[in-house]
T-cell receptor
């Protein structure tokens, strides 16, 4: 297993366009998390899944954001009608529930909305 | 709502010096983790502490979890340029499903 994989690494889009990011977690991990990080700040929680169930969504996640994990494996995060304030690094992480082994993060997708 | 405060926000030191980063909260955590992040990459786990008063050492890094499990510190001895990065603490509580809440990070720059 090569760890958590995120695609694309970078995305530049025009304001108002829709974007979709993909995350492939470590295969044995049943939990998958999405975080958002702006420059010089710590990651902010967006949402997480246990298997295919979305267990929690942050109030930061407006109606323009949606995440799915249809088969309990990879996940997608879609942002509709992007705004300049959506520019950030979007990080995906996975872990095994019931353990304290910590999260394994991907390298992130850096979104720039122009 | 959990809130993790890290201090200082930025630290610049010369190679060979020691440094300490602090992580404080009013919440009690079931576990606390430290991560290091380099530009353009995701955070990488350094250590997990779970017991109040616990001290863990990882080569030149020493991590301490407060007795009340509300605070933690990271101490680096004889810092090297390779220690440069963003250090993040993150806490989990059972009530929150062991979901991690991150502090704002401490940016460390070790100059040769």
């Amino acid at each position: 297993d090569t760890g958590v994989s995120q695609n694309p690494r970078h995305k530049i889009t025009k304001r108002g366009q829709n974007v979709t990011f993909r995350c492939d977690p470590i295969s044995e991990h049943n939990r998958l998390y999405w975080y958002r990080q702006t420059l010089g700040q710590g990651p902010e929680f967006l949402t997480y899944f246990q298997n295919e169930a979305q267990l929690e969504k942050s109030r930061l996640l407006s109606d323009r954001f949606s995440a799915e994990r249809p088969k309990g494996s990879f996940s997608t995060l879609e942002i509709q009608r992007t705004e300049q304030g959506d520019s950030a690094m979007y990080l995906c992480a996975s872990s095994l529930s019931g353990t304290l082994n910590g999260y394994t993060f991907g390298s992130g997708t850096r979104l720039t909305v122009v | 709502t959990q809130l993790l405060e890290q201090s200082p926000q930025f630290l610049s030191i010369q190679e060979g010096e020691n440094l300490t980063v602090y992580c404080n909260s009013s919440s009690v955590f079931s576990s606390l983790q430290w991560y290091r992040q380099e530009p353009g990459e995701g955070p990488v786990l350094l250590v997990t502490v779970v017991t109040g008063g616990e001290v863990k050492k990882l080569k030149r890094l020493t991590f301490q979890f407060g007795d009340a499990r509300k605070d933690s510190s990271l101490h680096i001895t004889a810092a090297q340029p390779g220690d440069t990065g963003l250090y993040l603490c993150a806490g989990a509580t059972k009530a929150a499903g062991n979901k991690l809440t991150f502090g704002g990070g401490t940016r460390v720059l070790v100059k040769p």
